[in-house]
Antibody, heavy 120, light 106 residues
């Protein structure tokens, strides 16, 4: 079964750091681009990071310089290192797989999400 | 950056109604548009990609159309399971989502 499982969400103080993990099964992450999308409480979806099959990363302006996406091919997992966290980073963070091996594509597989709360 | 604008933000409808949601891109994205359905506490579910291609397993009452900057999602006969929030997403350059349309019970 093709599946994504996120972990690592927690309560963290402003200025702190957190590392989210997304474990893939049923496919190889080296074949597709992978993404992180977040959703603040009661708000819409916001794309924040992607990593291509060639390991090229891109981050939204809202997290650039603070968040870093990476992957471990041996573990078939992607990660999101989140530094200098702010209250406005509070959200559910979803990992998502692109459907086809194109430059950009729709996301056909999503994880269940992991909650990050930034508060003192 | 490409901005996506959805309308309406909220839509009140009854079972059996025909529902249309509009999404506008700030610049041409050809047909690089997807639609998702999200229910509370759940991850989004892909309904339509490439503007008009139905994802496998999605009921045929859902359809999408458009190209360039104007797109629509239509539900021909709203069913009880369709009350949810719908998002459009441009896939032309990285990703941007619309702000969402909540379809609620009238």
């Amino acid at each position: 079964e093709v599946q994504l499982v996120e972990s690592g969400g927690d309560l963290v103080q402003p200025g702190g750091s957190l590392r989210l993990s997304c474990a893939a099964s049923g496919f190889r992450i080296t074949t597709y681009s992978m993404n992180w999308v977040r959703q603040a409480p009661g708000k819409g979806l916001e794309w924040i990071s992607s990593i291509t099959s060639s390991s090229i990363t891109k981050h939204a302006d809202s997290v650039k310089g603070r968040f870093t996406m990476s992957r471990d091919d041996a573990k078939n997992s992607v990660f999101l290192q989140m530094d200098t966290l702010r209250a406005e980073d509070t959200a559910v963070y979803f990992c998502a797989k692109e459907q086809r091996r194109l430059s950009f594509d729709a996301y056909d597989i999503w994880g269940q999400g992991t909650m990050v709360t930034v508060s003192s | 950056d490409i901005q996506m604008t959805q309308s309406p933000s909220t839509l009140s409808a009854s079972v059996g109604d025909r529902v249309t949601i509009t999404c506008r891109a700030s610049q041409s994205i050809s047909t690089w548009l997807a639609w998702y359905q999200q229910k509370p506490g759940k991850a989004p579910k892909l309904l339509i990609y490439q503007a008009s291609t139905l994802q496998g397993g999605v009921p045929s009452r859902f359809s999408g159309s458009g190209s360039g900057t104007e797109f629509t999602l239509t539900i021909t006969s709203l069913q009880p399971d369709d009350f949810a929030t719908y998002y459009c997403q441009q896939c032309n350059t990285y990703s941007t989502f619309g702000q969402g349309t909540k379809v609620e019970v009238k």
